[in-house]
Nanobody
Framework: QVQLQESGPGLVKPSQALSLTCTVS??????????WNWIRQPPGKGLEWVGY???????YYSPSLNSRASISRDTSKNSITLQLNSVTPEDTAVYYC???????????WGQGTQVTVSS
């Protein structure tokens, strides 16, 4: 059974970069048809998709982030990393790592990690 665990700093200052890691256990991030997503939920708002890295290493991002996001992977650690540059208070959210299995859909989520952007 695949499990996802997010980790990272809870507090980031405006204009700095945010880095979060999702450690995957119970399965390989290189398994075919697996897409590893970052999704966030700002306080009082709905879920917002940030981007994904595919089993192949291909990445795709939400255009709304204006090229501030970058997702990478470490196959030796079986982990996924999100970097979000030039953060503002509007980036304050609970950030989730989630697996999508094509074509079935999302089937596994991490518990989420709170990130607050504040000076």
């Amino acid at each position: 059974q695949v499990q996802l665990q997010e980790s990272g700093p809870g507090l980031v200052k405006p204009s700095q970069a945010l880095s979060l890691t999702c450690t995957v256990s119970g399965g390989s991030i290189r398994e075919n048809s697996n897409y590893w997503n970052w999704i966030r939920q700002p306080p009082g708002k709905g879920l917002e998709w940030v981007g994904y890295i595919a089993y192949s290493g291909q990445t795709y991002y939400s255009p709304s982030l204006n090229s501030r996001a970058s997702i990478s992977r470490d196959t030796s650690k079986n982990s996924i990393t999100l970097q979000l540059n030039s953060v503002t208070p509007e980036d304050t959210a609970v950030y989730y790592c989630a697996r999508l299995v094509w074509p079935s859909g999302f089937d596994t989520w991490g518990q989420g990690t709170q990130v607050t952007v504040s000076s």
